[in-house]
């Protein structure tokens, strides 16, 4: 989501216990936040909040026409996705399990997936958004991570590993810290590398985290491996979607199309162009809403598509 907030947020975020990054976009007045931020950082863009902890599901009834807008940004019409595993627990291997196998393949999985496509129909000043997503596997930093409240702290750490980013570079960074208090499971947000504009992504450690938990019955994957596929499936779609000032697509709220359609699901397990299967969250589509093909959100508005 975008930062720009209306008063009744600011109980909300402050309970939240973080601060968010001034974004171009914010309105003055007495709703502005941006005197929280003093770091002049990329804002974090499409927070997928924990179970519970939506700003929007308090007091502010949701817009008549719930479908995004265009904001006259880019877009991304093909993603090329290295993921980076931060802190000393990604060597060790009972708390790795299945983690860094998992989500190499649920991104080689994304790629051409049906799922991947419930994203296609928005375009921006580039282009059109595409299904094709490359993935070039992970790697480990053991150093001590951060905790994910400062965005330019994780575009820092995509900058010191990867050596060549590109344009249409995605750089998901997973963490071995827990949540805490924050109000959160990931967000996405961007910043330069030597002048190449990228994409990032934060996730927290989800292990036994109810408040981000997809509650995935399949037994395919463990728990945490379950916990941050969602969430990466949230966030991927709404960094093709939205990657960028000065913004593409999301509604009158700030809402982008992950943000949507968390914490709703329309099949126990969604099937991945590699055959894997997960439990994931639909994402946003104004075509479906429009025609009625959707499955609804948790505000009851038919404009999911999980690409089952
Ligand atoms: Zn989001």
């Keep these: 989501m975008k930062t720009t907030w209306l008063l009744p947020c600011l109980f909300v975020l402050l309970l939240a216990t973080f601060s968010l990054g001034q974004s171009s976009n914010s309105v003055a007045g007495p709703e502005d936040l941006s005197s929280l931020n003093t770091q002049h950082e990329a804002p974090m863009l499409g927070i997928h909040w924990a179970r519970g902890f939506s700003p929007f599901s308090r007091g502010i009834p949701p817009a008549s026409n719930p479908n995004m807008t265009y904001h006259g940004g880019v877009i991304m019409p093909s993603v090329v996705s290295e993921a980076i595993y931060w802190g000393p627990s990604w060597t060790n291997s009972t708390f790795v399990g299945d983690k860094i196998t998992g989500l190499d393949s649920w991104y080689t999985g994304f790629n ?56 249409n570079g995605y750089y998901p960074v997973y963490v071995d810290v827990k949540r805490g208090n924050a109000g959160y499971c990931a967000y996405h ?91 994931i969250q639909g994402e946003w589509s104004n075509n479906a809403y429009n025609t009625g093909t959707g499955y609804p959100n948790s505000s009851g508005q038919r404009g999911c598509l999980d690409g089952h």
């Excluded at 049906?114 to 480990?140: K, P």
């Design 112 to 167: 051409n997936s049906n799922y991947a496509r419930t994203s296609d129909e928005y375009t921006g000043s580039n282009g059109q958004v595409g299904s094709s997503v490359t993935h070039n596997g992970h790697l480990i930093d053991t150093s001590t991570a951060a905790n994910g409240s400062s965005t330019s702290a994780i575009v820092a750490e995509v900058c010191k590993e990867i050596k060549s980013p590109v344009s």
């Design 189 to 279: 947000s961007y910043g330069s590398c030597s002048g190449v504009t990228v994409q990032v992504a934060f996730f927290f450690n989800l292990d036994g985290d109810a408040g981000c938990d997809p509650q995935d019955t399949s037994g395919l994957h463990s728990q945490g491996l379950a916990a941050l596929s969602n969430v990466s499936g949230h966030e991927l779609s709404e960094a093709r979607s939205d990657p960028d000032n000065p913004g593409a697509w999301y509604d009158r709220r700030g809402q982008e199309n992950g943000d949507k359609c968390a914490w709703t699901f329309n099949v126990p397990l969604v099937t991945f162009s590699n055959s894997t299967r997960w439990k």
